[in-house]
């Protein structure tokens, strides 16, 4: 069987609306991936030779080197939703060693995690796949839980063990936004004149953006915001959750609520309910695809390959960068989870599927 053959049927009944669909917004306004993404879009900023040089490391590595697209492990899953909840399933991924095994093995760009995991093996393997050490985590022990994003280190840190890259994670929407706002936009300036690469990971978190039982914590809208923001502070990736619906500003302010701007044609002129045209008004909001969109894998499931696969046509024929997908791997075991990795990467290689 065909790798094209193959995505058609782990898409199944979705293959036709979701491989021939025609975006509602032209991809003409977009900056897409390709091979001189780094030179084309990043050569003319403000970033210093050093930071393109660990830009052209992380779209250089793994199976999509070169490609303009980006496939990431990560895994920070013993921080943000604890150890024994995430390895429970793999004990071997408590040794954070096999993080970076399986991220070596899966062929991917980069390897995403904690300052621990990534520092007790950094002399064996910073030189073998790029390091995005995650600066901030929701440490998930104060009762009763509370959802903020707190520095489990430094960026002098991350440079010290080799890092490519640092990310961080800001919960807008959240009573701490605010100051995570300014802390991580203080830590990617400082992670640029050092010479990394920036990605961040633009989260929503709001108990009242769930409504009449509808959660817009994923709504296209909302978290296309959301990545202008993260853009705005200068992130050269951004990290989003796919989105599953749209109307949150409209829900938002529906009675005597008033929340935010908005303007109704962000939904009858730049979006439908297709999901191609939900992951591309947020790839819209990434400055028309300077700053890359790679979207979340999910957690794991019954049908975790045919839910990457698909996850990876709706972002790359949205017009974005990639997929980071991590409990969809790690949670398996380890052939399964590369071969995970690779039926992902092989949708960004197969140019049956197109850019919408």
Same mark, same amino acid.
């Given at each position: 069987?065909?790798? @094209?053959? &193959?995505?058609? %049927?782990?898409?199944g009944?979705?293959?036709?609306?979701?491989?021939?669909?025609?975006?509602?917004?032209?991809?003409?306004?977009?900056?897409?991936?390709?091979? /001189?993404?780094?030179?084309?879009?990043?050569?003319p900023?403000?970033?210093?030779?050093?930071?393109?040089?660990?830009?052209?490391?992380? $779209?250089?590595?793994?199976?999509?080197?070169? %490609?303009? $697209?980006?496939?990431?492990?990560?895994?920070?899953?013993?921080?943000?939703?604890?150890?024994?909840?995430?390895?429970?399933?793999?004990?071997?991924?408590?040794?954070?060693?096999?993080?970076?095994?399986?991220?070596?093995?899966?062929?991917?760009?980069?390897?995403?995690?904690t300052?621990?995991?990534?520092?007790?093996? &950094?002399?064996?393997?910073?030189?073998?796949?790029? @390091?995005?050490?995650?600066?901030?985590?929701?440490e998930?022990?104060?009762?009763?839980?509370?959802?903020?994003?707190i520095?489990?280190?430094?960026?002098?840190?991350?440079?010290?063990?080799?890092?490519?890259?640092?990310g961080? /994670?800001?919960?807008?929407? %959240?009573?701490?936004?605010?100051?995570q706002?300014?802390?991580?936009?203080?830590?990617?300036?400082?992670?640029?004149?050092?010479?990394?690469?920036?990605?961040?990971?633009?989260?929503?978190?709001?108990?009242?953006?769930?409504?009449?039982?509808?959660d $817009?914590?994923? &709504?296209?809208?909302?978290?296309?915001?959301a990545?202008?923001?993260?853009?705005t502070?200068?992130a050269?990736?951004?990290k989003?959750?796919?989105?599953?619906?749209?109307?949150?500003?409209?829900?938002?302010n529906?009675?005597?609520?008033?929340?935010?701007?908005l303007?109704?044609?962000?939904?009858?002129?730049?979006?439908?309910?297709?999901?191609?045209?939900?992951?591309?008004?947020?790839?819209?909001?990434c400055?028309?695809?300077?700053?890359?969109?790679?979207?979340?894998?999910?957690?794991?499931?019954?049908?975790?390959?045919?839910?990457?696969?698909?996850?990876?046509?709706?972002?790359?024929?949205?017009?974005?960068?990639?997929l980071?997908?991590?409990?969809?791997?790690?949670?398996?075991?380890?052939?399964?989870?590369?071969?995970?990795?690779?039926?992902?990467?092989?949708? $960004?290689?197969c140019?049956?599927?197109?850019?919408?």
């Amino acid at each position: 069987m065909s790798t @094209f053959s &193959s995505i058609q %049927s782990l898409l199944g009944t979705d293959a036709d609306t979701l491989l021939t669909h025609q975006a509602k917004v032209t991809k003409d306004l977009l900056h897409l991936p390709r091979p /001189t993404f780094v030179n084309d879009i990043f050569g003319p900023t403000d970033r210093n030779p050093q930071v393109l040089r660990s830009l052209a490391a992380l $779209y250089g590595t793994g199976r999509l080197a070169n %490609s303009g $697209y980006m496939s990431i492990l990560p895994v920070d899953q013993g921080i943000e939703h604890s150890a024994g909840a995430s390895f429970a399933k793999n004990p071997a991924y408590f040794d954070g060693e096999n993080i970076v095994k399986l991220a070596i093995a899966g062929g991917c760009n980069a390897v995403a995690s904690t300052f621990g995991v990534l520092s007790s093996v &950094s002399r064996k393997y910073a030189h073998q796949i790029p @390091f995005l050490v995650k600066l901030n985590h929701n440490e998930l022990m104060t009762y009763p839980n509370k959802f903020d994003q707190i520095m489990f280190g430094s960026v002098r840190e991350a440079w010290n063990l080799g890092a490519t890259a640092v990310g961080a /994670t800001i919960y807008f929407g %959240s009573d701490q936004s605010a100051r995570q706002i300014v802390e991580v936009a203080r830590a990617f300036d400082e992670a640029h004149e050092l010479g990394m690469a920036t990605v961040l990971w633009c989260y929503l978190r709001n108990n009242s953006f769930k409504i009449d039982g509808k959660d $817009y914590h994923t &709504s296209a809208d909302l978290t296309g915001q959301a990545n202008h923001l993260g853009v705005t502070i200068k992130a050269d990736i951004i990290k989003q959750k796919l989105p599953e619906l749209n109307g949150g500003f409209l829900a938002l302010n529906s009675g005597d609520s008033s929340y935010g701007k908005l303007d109704k044609r962000m939904y009858s002129d730049l979006a439908s309910d297709h999901p191609i045209d939900l992951c591309r008004y947020q790839l819209l909001n990434c400055y028309c695809g300077r700053a890359g969109l790679i979207n979340s894998g999910g957690a794991s499931g019954a049908n975790d390959l045919a839910d990457a696969v698909r996850t990876a046509v709706i972002n790359k024929r949205a017009g974005g960068t990639g997929l980071i997908s991590g409990r969809k791997a790690f949670q398996k075991p380890f052939a399964d989870g590369v071969k995970l990795l690779n039926a992902i990467q092989d949708v $960004y290689l197969c140019p049956q599927v197109t850019v919408a």
